[in-house]
């Protein structure tokens, strides 16, 4: 792999899961100056390794966008190279990996880093678009972008109420990506303290984030589903991109992975997923809330059913959004930096990623 390219613009989406960054990605995805590349972080353990299908409908490995991209990039995803890089991808998709990416050390970190630097411009490159969105959500490969010095990258920090989220995992959802028995048939179903714990540690993470110099803006499921326009006008905004109008439509593109919205065909008019309201059972919703009340009550969100969101003061792009006006926002950062180490090794919490 060779080649010199400039900074590729990359608006990546990160958060938990379910929290609505499969259509929110297909409607910024309009802009006729951006690609959405879906979740980027599968591209090679789901899309090479187990040919999953393209969010344009064909497997990955021939897609127009990704069959070009594997050519230039390594020769043919089928070749060796193109398939070491299968391996050592799945490899590096693993928990235990997630605070070497945060501090940026190690030698996966750097191989993985120098992969990045050619694929993403890649894509800008054989797509001939200005901004490549990427909805991986998964705060340890915003952490390898960030560090990545071909990568411009700036971040949509997406959120949801944890209730919401935790009653959204708890689902069964099949996976229309798998092709012909390739993949995974389902979406997996995690645990609620499961969900709850990463709700926390993500959010907190791409807050850290955010406060180093990533340029952040903050979008709440329930404002997004109410506001779309003031949405779309603060994530175009971080690359200084015009808005014109909500479409009336969601972009096909060439997404990776994601849940079934990622194969809809429709308009682009969405609706607030609430059912955890009145169906979550109560002692999951109470463990839930406990879990998460530190982080939670930054973001606007409450315990009570009744009125679990409280409005918040929208932020300019490109600063930290999210804390309230009736929030310390020091002691957020310090609880946050709290967070940090203890998924950290110890001593490099601070350390520059």
């Known amino acids: 792999m060779t080649g010199s390219y400039p900074r590729t613009k990359v608006l990546y989406i990160g958060g938990e899961g379910r929290s609505g960054s499969t259509v929110l990605e297909r409607i910024l995805a309009t802009d006729p100056q951006t690609c959405a590349v879906g979740e980027a972080k599968y591209l090679f353990e789901r899309g090479i390794g187990s040919g999953e299908l393209c969010g344009c409908g064909q497997p990955v490995p021939e897609c127009e966008l990704w069959s070009v991209v594997g050519d230039r990039l390594v020769g043919g995803w089928d070749s060796a190279e193109g398939q070491e890089l299968v391996r050592f991808f799945t490899a590096l998709d693993s928990p235990r990996k997630l605070p070497a990416a945060v ?20 894509i800008a490159e054989v797509s001939g678009c200005d901004v490549i969105i990427d909805s991986s959500k998964h705060p340890a490969w915003a952490y390898l972008l960030a560090g990545t010095d071909a990568v411009d990258l700036r971040v949509i920090h997406l959120v949801r109420h944890p209730s919401g989220v935790v009653q959204s995992w708890s689902r069964a959802v099949e996976r229309p990506q798998a092709n012909n028995g390739a993949g ?13 714990v990463r709700w926390s540690i993500f959010n907190r993470l791409f807050h850290r984030l955010g ?41 096909t593109g060439h997404g990776i992975a994601g849940n079934p919205a990622r194969f809809a065909r429709g ?15 109560n002692r999951t919703h109470r463990m839930v809330s406990a879990l998460t009340w530190r982080t939670r009550s930054v ?7 009744t009125t679990p969101v409280v409005p918040m003061v929208r ?3 490109g600063r930290i959004a999210g804390v309230t006006a ?18 950290l090794p110890h001593g490099q919490a601070d350390s520059s990623s």
């Open 211 to 251: 406060r180093r110099s990533v340029p952040t803006v903050l979008v709440r499921y329930e404002d997004y589903v109410d506001d779309l326009e003031g949405t779309l006008r603060a994530c175009f905004g971080l690359f200084g991109l015009p808005y014109s109008s909500t479409p009336d439509e969601m972009a």
């Open 267 to 281: 308009d682009a008019k969405i609706t607030q997923d609430d059912r955890w309201v009145t169906e979550l059972g």
């Open 315 to 317: 932020h300019a792009p």
């Open 299 to 305: 973001y606007g969100y409450r315990a009570s059913r």
């Open 326 to 343: 009736d929030t310390d926002a020091d002691h957020f950062d310090q609880t946050t930096d709290g967070i940090a180490r203890s998924v």
């Open 103 to 122: 501090v940026g050390r190690g030698s996966q970190v750097r191989r993985a880093r120098a992969v990045l630097s050619e694929l993403y411009p890649l």
């Open 184 to 196: 995974d048939q389902m979406m997996p179903a995690h645990s609620p303290v499961e969900v709850a």
